[in-house]
């Protein structure tokens, strides 16, 4: 998650998932590509093999790209802001729109969960704690972890900027 904004009111991560959406685009636009040279190799040499792979081709790229878009494409915003006392997790995909809106006052601090990769790898994710109220508990970022700073960084700036609310 990348840091929006971070002032000493309101301190903004976003993760929006731009590569992986492209991708998925790229792979629909190539397997289209692909599916109308086989329909046009096939309707010019009389295979009609061809042309049913050319047709199914396009048909099943879609289909799981789109599942994939499902699954994989989040756009997550998580906003902590002092002015409405609150903590804010939103998320967008294909599904819909959610919001969970926690109380600020129960927030701790924050956590770097780390884990291990199938290769070995450290994996890690920013992680809120929460000290009460009906949200007690550890609430990370985001669903995913990530083998970069970004999660370092979010946690940083959170205890920081907890540590201003904490001197005005």
Known sequence: MKIKRETDSQLI????????????????????????????IGFAQGVMLFVFMGALIPIVAIVMCTIAMRLFIRRTQVIFDRATGTITFRTRDMRGYTEVVHDLAHLDHAVLKTSQSRDGD??????????????????????????????????????????????A
């Open 122 to 167: 450290p994996m890690s994710k920013a992680v809120i704690v929460l000290s009460g109220g009906m949200s007690a508990g550890e609430h990370p970022l985001t669903n995913v972890s990530t083998n970069g700073t970004g999660p370092r960084n979010a946690v940083n700036a959170i205890n920081r900027w907890i540590g201003k609310g904490k001197d």
């Open 13 to 40: 991560f976003e993760r929006k998932p731009w590569l992986m959406s492209l991708v998925l685009v790229v792979m629909i636009i190539a397997s289209s590509g692909m599916g109308l040279l086989f329909v046009s």
